[in-house]
């Protein structure tokens, strides 16, 4: 069962900006990052369902999290199926995050009253999603549908709807503002976020350090929205 409401995971990932996206078969990498996102001040975290067995990493990461990060928020990505959404949920998952649409998914995230960010790629998508209950949108691949440009010609005709961009998105500031001056909600932020070669050597340091630049950007950006 989810620890957190839906209010609480949208309210979160809209105050704070970004959901960092990652994936490792390895338990203790993924509690490594986890803890260097959220001494970052990262507070909504997507593990992604990439590999086999990936929702055997994911039930003890829960569990763990909510003793050694109690504010973190974790949620499941790359899930494309209603099945893999409930299995998530059982898990622990307090959100659920698609490279895709799916109605099925929708309807089993709905009954459990927990967020559905599916990925869509045209207007018609969007509000397909919508329609389904869906409050916040992924823009995906967000640099192939059109990046900023895409969002802002979204924006116009429905001011209402709650996106994150995910692809195409980078820790460096004149992106993160050209996609939030673009009105965007929230940015995933995968590869770019955690490099290989940090993770390899351990660096966790570092990675706390890009989430917390990150994070300010973000902050400013929103500031001057308003």
Request: net charge neutral; with cysteine; hydrophobic share 45%.
């Amino acid at each position: 069962m989810a620890r957190f409401s839906k209010v609480e995971v949208l309210s979160t990932m809209c105050s704070t900006g970004m959901v960092p996206v990652f994936y490792s078969a390895e338990l203790d990498c993924a509690k490594r990052v986890v803890k260097a996102c959220y001494e970052g001040g990262v507070r909504a975290f997507e593990f992604t369902n990439r590999g086999d067995f990936a929702h055997e990493v994911f039930g003890p990461l829960v569990r763990w999290a909510a003793k050694e990060c109690p504010d973190m928020i974790l949620g499941a990505g790359s899930v494309v199926d209603a099945p893999t959404a409930a299995l998530y949920m059982q898990s622990g998952a307090s959100f659920i995050v698609g490279p895709l649409f799916n109605h099925d998914v929708a309807k089993v995230c709905n009954r459990r009253c927990v967020p559905y960010t599916p990925g869509c790629g045209s207007v018609t998508e969007i509000g397909m999603a919508q329609e389904a209950g869906c409050d916040l949108i992924k823009i995906f691949p967000a640099g192939n549908v059109g990046g900023p440009s895409f969002v802002r010609n979204v924006k116009a005709p429905m001011p209402w709807a709650m996106l994150m961009a995910t692809g195409a998105v980078e820790p460096e500031r004149q992106n993160l503002e050209a996609w939030f001056a673009a009105g965007v909600d929230v940015v995933g932020m995968g590869s770019k976020l955690f490099p290989a070669a940090e993770i390899a050597e351990g660096r966790w340091d570092a990675i706390a350090v890009r989430c917390r630049e990150v994070l300010d950007i973000i902050a400013a950006a929103l500031r001057g929205r308003k």
